[in-house]
């Protein structure tokens, strides 16, 4: 969804981009509206991916500190042997 949606919106920016750019004799606003309403719906799609990696990244780490707590003890325990 949210691919289509970024599709759409590079489309429609698109089109006004070249409408402008080839000195169409238009008297108003040329305004990018499918991109504009598309535009909240991205970002909120963005923050939600955002969060879940943070959520999977965190819960990596979590997993990981005893590991991480085994190793340090066992390298500082034969360091401090010899």
């Not at 991916?49 to 979590?62: G, P, Q, T």
């Amino acid at each position: 969804m949210l691919t289509a949606l970024t599709i759409l919106s590079l489309i429609d920016l698109g089109f006004v981009t070249v409408a402008v750019n080839l000195n169409w004799t238009t008297n108003f606003y040329v305004y990018p509206w499918i991109a504009s309403m598309f535009r909240p719906v991205i970002f909120v799609y963005n923050m939600i991916n955002v969060r879940r990696f943070w959520e999977r990244y965190i819960v990596v780490i979590k997993g990981s500190i005893p590991m991480t707590i085994l190793l340090f003890i066992f390298v500082m325990f034969f360091a401090w042997t010899g």
